[in-house]
């Protein structure tokens, strides 16, 4: 649950203001973006996700970094996807 | 030396490794205490204790929040989720943590309905979905996890929704880092910050531990690479006598934080006036309840709870480790009696908790780097 992860933001809801669409490898999950106060955020930004809320906002350089590394420290990483496919945040 | 080849940019850690060697007075020890469990699993994942010279020892310190969590809420928390109509709701990895009655994988055995979620926002949503039950989210986690919480409880409030309720284990790193200097058992000499709970709290908050107890700290980030670099950070502040709070991870990290995250916690949530970690005792101010006028959103008011001190058992010695004053392997049942799959002590549950993190990979990494450099 510690670990936070990179996604990239693909929509955000028109439903609720605080809530979008981000793409984890390859899961495409509902986040809260609500913590980000101020700072804009659309479709195409990396943000790093943590128990469904996204913490900040990051560059993409960063994103795909984290990514390599997490894809590479398996079990934790793997049962933190297995939680987000498992997640309907709405 | 080849196994920094698998680190993303070898060179650097290469360079890294003969600069952290050189910046060492020789005849000093350096002990650094990593405060987060994050870097914790980094550290043995990748064996980075070897990359350093023999006198810099990394100690492990209290940040991996499933740890510290006392015998005693565990039994509440089940005393919760066996009440009728209730349904318990948790991140995974608090399933296996142990209380004085067993873990919450055996109340679900004994017929408990207590659901795993990725997020509060999830336990929120099966209240919802069962107006008939009273949902409870089993809310822990340091400075990074509570804003979700408090986020959700804002949440559950504006849409009215009155079965979901939240049973508090939120605690703040600061006191427990200040327990850890005021402890005799331990002389350190500088901390890699933890990462997460500073994209919160930021990095002014560790300015006592420069002004008044004279020791570094740098924020750090979850790579080896970043680890290296920090440990790098730390050296040169001492050799030129400097006492700072740096942050290496500026590239997550606002120095001054989540101001909207820390906004919501304060709305929600205040300072208990003291809670109990386990292995750690009771630390004064170091942990979050929720405000009167949350009240209703309280699992703590809302349920009768045993409340009950169960003292660790004999044989842990997790209290140690989250102190950072015993590596994993020097406790007795390490290994043996307590393991991932039967944890006797908590820091064996999560991946995070250092027993675990060396048990599943510290042997490996040793052999490994072993067979690298006799090649
Ligand atoms: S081996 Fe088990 S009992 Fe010993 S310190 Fe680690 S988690 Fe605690």
């Not at chain 1, 943000?47 to 560059?59: E, N, T």
């Not at chain 2, 980030?221 to 006492?243: K, T």
């Amino acid at each position: 649950m510690c670990l936070g992860i990179p996604g990239e933001i693909v929509a955000l809801s028109t439903d609720h203001a605080d809530l979008a669409t981000v793409d984890v490898s390859g899961v495409r999950r509902a986040v809260n973006v609500g913590l980000l106060d101020g700072e804009h955020v659309g479709p195409g930004d990396w943000v790093l996700i943590h128990v469904g809320f996204a913490m900040s906002k990051i560059d993409e350089d960063e994103a795909r970094a984290a990514l390599d590394f997490l894809e590479g420290i398996g079990q934790a990483y793997d049962d933190e996807i297995r939680a987000l496919v498992e997640s309907q945040i709405e | 030396m080849r196994f920094v080849d698998e680190f993303r940019d070898a060179d650097k850690a290469r360079a890294l490794a003969a600069a952290i060697a050189s910046l060492c007075e020789p005849g000093r020890h350096y002990k650094f205490m990593e405060v987060c469990g994050g870097h914790t699993h980094t550290i043995y994942k990748h064996g980075i204790d070897d990359y350093l010279p023999e006198n810099v020892s990394l100690v492990h310190g209290p940040g991996c929040p499933v740890c510290v969590i006392p015998m005693g809420r565990v039994d509440d928390a089940i005393a919760i989720a066996t009440q009728p109509d209730v349904i318990m709701t948790t991140f995974g990895d608090m399933m296996r943590v142990p209380g004085g009655q067993g873990s919450f994988f055996d109340a679900k055995a004994a017929g408990a309905d207590i659901r795993m979620v990725y997020s509060p926002l999830d336990s929120l949503k099966i209240a919802r979905q069962h107006p008939d039950k009273r949902v409870v989210f089993m809310a822990i986690g340091f400075e990074t996890t509570a804003p979700s919480t408090a986020m959700t409880v804002l949440r559950a409030a504006a849409e009215g929704i009155e079965n979901f309720s939240i049973f508090c284990n939120h605690v703040t790193i600061i006191p427990a880092i200040k327990a850890i200097l005021d402890s005799p058992d331990l002389r350190l000499d500088g901390f890699i910050g933890p990462g997460h709970v500073s994209t919160v709290i930021g990095c002014r908050p560790y300015d006592f531990i420069a002004r008044q107890h004279d020791k570094p700290l740098v924020c750090a980030g979850f790579e080896p690479l970043d680890i290296l670099q920090s440990v790098h950070m730390i050296l040169c502040q001492l050799a030129e006598g400097r006492a700072e709070v740096e942050n290496q991870y500026s590239r997550v990290v606002p120095w001054d934080g989540n101001a909207k995250a820390l906004q919501v916690i304060a709305e929600v949530m205040e300072l208990r006036p003291y809670f109990e970690w386990r292995g750690l005792g009771f630390i004064s101010q170091s942990a979050l309840k929720v405000r009167d006028a949350y009240a209703p959103f309280d699992a703590e008011r809302i349920f009768e709870l045993p409340g009950v001190r169960v003292a660790d058992p004999k044989a842990c010695q997790c209290g140690e480790v989250l102190k950072g004053v015993i590596k994993p392997w020097e406790c007795k049942v390490f290994g043996t009696a307590c393991t991932p799959e039967t944890p006797i002590g908590t820091c064996m549950v999560s991946s995070e908790g250092a027993c675990a993190a060396y048990y599943n990979f510290g042997r490996f990494t040793r052999e490994r780097v072993r067979t690298a450099t006799r090649q």
